[in-house]
């Protein structure tokens, strides 16, 4: 518990903090979100009025990539993980002062829920406004349900993503992140070529089943284990670590 409140604790402090970079940040937020969800809703409106005939691949594809970043806040520091690698430097000044890694890695997953709450309100809401074709297929009740769907599978990766910000450099950060968009984007591929598609699949069980779809709630519960056993192990492997 005392893990628990350190870690709030120190997320009410970033948002104490520098008020013109949360307000940057929150902007940034607001169009990138709408710029996807604008994006993603075009490709949407083409696979549903096609019934699937047409960009069912390439609805995937997006989905696929997208999603998992809905659990980042997007900003300058961020955006330098390349040639700062802030995240590193972040994690030598938290154990500096010293910090527990799992304070530092409970205000991650504090960071993560916040930031998939922002940023998947903004594109799934966004989302739903542009495109007639989801407001025809799916109720508001549905359509939560195709929602959270999609969230379950950003967590999965999300746990990867946390693990490789306090594990790794950003150098090595980056490369990893393509990786797994290639390794995502070639499991869809498969599905494709075998029959199927993810977003008809996710649009389908959302329809029969509303908010008790087995998708649905099979995909939340694999993300929080995903998420769960990542941090267990980026702990393990953080006490031998070498910040320098």
């Given amino acids: 518990m005392s893990t628990i409140k350190d870690a709030w604790f120190m997320v009410q402090g970033d948002f104490r903090g520098d008020k013109r970079r949360l ?6 937020s607001i169009l990138f979100m709408g710029y996807l969800a604008l994006l993603t809703g075009m490709v949407v409106d083409d696979v549903l009025d096609s019934k699937g005939q047409t960009g ?15 659990g ?21 000044y938290f154990r500096s002062m010293p910090i527990p890694s799992t304070v530092i890695l409970c205000k991650r997953k ?12 903004l594109f799934f809401g966004l989302m739903y406004v542009l495109s007639s074709q989801l407001r ?10 195709f929602a959270l769907s999609w969230v379950g599978l950003g967590l999965v990766v999300t746990g990867v993503y946390i693990s490789m910000e306090l594990l790794v450099s950003g150098r090595a950060y980056f490369w990893l992140t393509v990786l797994i968009v290639l ?10 070529q075998g029959g199927g598609n993810l977003f008809l699949y996710s649009i389908s069980y959302s329809q029969e089943w509303g908010l008790l779809s087995p998708i649905m709630w099979g995909m939340l519960l694999l993300g929080m284990i995903s998420v769960h056993l990542f941090s267990k192990w980026t702990i393990h492997r953080l006490k031998s670590r070498d910040l320098i």
């Fill in 110 to 121: 504090f960071q993560a829920s916040l930031a998939f709450v922002l940023n998947g309100g």
């Fill in 56 to 70: 069912s691949l390439l609805v995937d594809f997006l989905l696929v990539s997208l999603i998992p970043m809905l």
């Fill in 72 to 92: 980042f806040t997007f900003s300058r520091r961020t955006m330098k993980y390349w040639s700062e690698d802030p995240y590193t430097k972040t994690l030598a």
């Fill in 183 to 192: 390794l995502s984007m070639g499991s869809t591929l498969l599905i494709w």
């Fill in 23 to 28: 307000l940057w940040t929150f902007l940034f």
């Fill in 136 to 145: 025809i297929e799916l109720s508001l009740s549905s359509y939560l349900s």
